[in-house]
């Protein structure tokens, strides 16, 4: 009874912003004025690099249509983001439902496309299975009738949602064991429940969502993060398939009889039309790759060049390309802050995973590098540790990543990190140069600190250390206490190091006025309770209530705080 009731509150909102829709006139000039345009059009502002663009037509693109741009300028997200935001915000009526979806992808696909105009005359690339969606016969749009049982059922799934992923896990892989592949045997079940409470926001916050997805896709967000993901790992599009069909089966085998006929083909069609969306920007982000300089995509062969120790358990590694390779006498172009995927082969059956670690050579250089810490336990880390040679071929893949900010985009930063979390900071120091007010750094022993001499040397620096004599753990008030004292809190600050304390930190930045804070977490940010970034009142999370949904069945009506 008390379900029934739910659905027809949800069905008589529904209409009553239907009809609300009707009044609201077409004069997009007005919308623009909104506190809640102009919040996330601030919010995008502060992620992506500021450019100009002619408006033209573009804010009366029809839904799906294409947005052209100048060959002589390069367009901004933030204003690819405002189109879609100006297309549907305000209004829930249904012809507008797939313009939520559509014009979100389409914006980001178009942007990632457009960065890789510029044809190389040799494109080079690994990847042998078909690429995009063409022909995949995956659906283009939401119906509104597979929307609204997903915002009815949507409570139900939530708290079920870890006992779906780890039935799904469980299962997939026993019949996929290539698809050990793509996943850390160490983060999945039965060892840890870390995937599958990602694979669980991921799904909760899509449902959740699912009336207005561009909290989603906002530049930098949880999709974007994914897709990144999905291309440092090769994941090609027929795996799509293989989730959605094991996935339904997952979703059967917990809730059972729940599932009706309507129900299941309602997932279904969203399922399948987020693996759309997710291809679709999976291949412009492969274009994009293989179009900068020293680009590629797919794995290839380098050659370890160099290993150095760094710190106490730390050491970095160089890679050239070997003699002979497409890729030889190179530069290698990315942003600061982007990671490289590492392919070994310890146990020669071709399962290990690759790993993700940030690059630390910098841009533009003939050579990459990442700088690994030894993990107890780890299988990738100690081979490099104690096996990995100067002349050994390792494979990777090209540099992914949205934990990134161009020096252009930042006026000043800070720079905040904890243990193996200050690998992202060299590059940001480096390309930052005095830009950068402060570097701040946790860490067990001075001799654990990696690249310690490159960050004492900017001068205004505040190191603390845990395990030596009178060392303690700083409380997240204090520290932030001290650096507001030093320099203020109207920075770009940029944090990396373990999840609950990224999150605290920023919880205590945000409350002392912190412009603008990002955080990046080393495995998937969905399975955590950290924010992707904060500005001002605004908060890109759709992960923090997630868990609340998880655990206690919450309301699911969220998207930006």
Not at 75 to 80: A, K, Q
Not at 172 to 186: D, I, Q, R, S, T
Not at 209 to 215: E, Y
Request: glycine share 8%; aromatic share 8%.
């Amino acid at each position: 009874m008390a379900q029934d009731t739910l659905l027809q509150l949800r069905r008589e909102a529904h209409n009553k912003n239907r009809r609300r829709s009707k009044k609201i006139g077409k004069d997009l000039k007005r919308l623009e004025k909104t506190r809640r345009d102009r919040e996330r059009y601030l919010f995008c502002l502060e992620k992506i690099q500021r450019s100009k663009i002619q408006r033209s037509e573009t804010l009366k693109m029809p839904v799906g249509g294409r947005i052209n741009f100048s060959n002589s300028q390069q367009p901004s997200l933030l204003f690819l983001f405002k189109t879609m935001t100006l297309t549907t915000s305000g209004s829930r009526s249904s012809w507008l439902i797939p313009a939520i979806g559509v014009v979100s992808v389409v914006a980001l696909v178009q942007y990632y496309n457009h960065l890789s105009k510029k044809k190389k005359t040799m494109v080079v690339s690994t990847l042998t299975e078909k690429r995009g969606s063409d022909g995949m016969g995956l659906p283009e749009s939401l119906s509104q009738e597979t929307i609204d049982i997903i915002v009815a059922t949507a409570g139900v799934v939530a708290p079920k949602a870890v006992d779906i992923t780890c039935d799904f896990y469980t299962n997939v892989l026993k019949k996929h064991p290539g698809l050990l592949e793509f996943f850390n045997p160490a983060h999945n079940v039965p060892i840890s429940l870390h995937q599958p409470k990602a694979l669980a926001a991921s799904v909760v916050a899509y449902a959740s969502n699912i009336t207005d997805l561009s909290p989603l896709f906002v530049p930098g967000g949880p999709v974007e993060a994914i897709c990144h993901r999905h291309c440092a790992l090769t994941v090609h599009p027929p795996s799509y398939v293989v989730v959605h069909d094991n996935l339904m089966i997952a979703i059967g085998n917990i809730l059972g009889s729940a599932v009706t006929p309507k129900i299941a083909a309602a997932w279904s069609e969203a399922v399948l039309f987020l693996a759309k969306a997710c291809i679709d920007m999976e291949e412009s982000l492969y274009k994009m790759a293989e179009q900068r300089s020293g680009g590629w995509s797919g794995l290839i062969d380098f050659e370890v060049t160099e290993i150095k120790d760094v710190a106490e358990g730390i050491k970095s590694v160089s890679f050239k390309p070997p003699v002979g390779s497409r890729l030889e006498g190179q530069s290698f172009e990315f942003s600061p802050g982007q990671y490289l995927s590492l392919k070994i082969d310890p146990e020669g059956d071709g399962l290990t995973a690759p790993r993700h670690y940030t690059v630390t050579s910098k841009p533009g250089a003939d050579f990459l590098q990442c700088t690994i810490k030894k993990v107890k336990g780890g299988k990738v880390s100690t081979y490099v540790h104690d096996k990995l040679k100067v002349g050994d071929i390792v494979q990777l893949t090209a540099p992914f990543g949205v934990f990134t900010v161009e020096p252009e985009e930042v006026e000043s930063a800070v720079l905040i990190s904890a243990g193996i979390g200050v690998t992202p900071m060299i590059n940001f120091s480096e390309s930052f140069g005095d830009k950068v007010k402060l570097t701040v750094h946790v860490d067990s022993t001075p001799e654990a600190y990696a690249r310690r001499d490159l960050f004492a040397k900017s001068g205004n620096h505040i190191e603390k250390f845990t395990r030596i004599k009178g060392g303690k753990r700083p409380k997240c008030r204090e520290l932030v206490s001290e650096m507001i004292d030093k320099v203020g809190t109207k920075h770009h600050f940029l944090i990396c190091g373990p999840e609950s304390w990224m999150n605290e930190l920023q919880d205590e930045l945000l409350k002392c006025g912190a412009d603008k804070v990002m955080c990046e977490v080393f495995g998937s940010q969905l399975a955590t309770g950290c924010p992707f970034m904060s500005s001002g009142s605004l908060l890109c999370n759709p992960v923090k209530r997630v868990e609340d949904v998880i655990r206690g069945g919450h309301d699911l009506a969220y998207s930006f705080e």
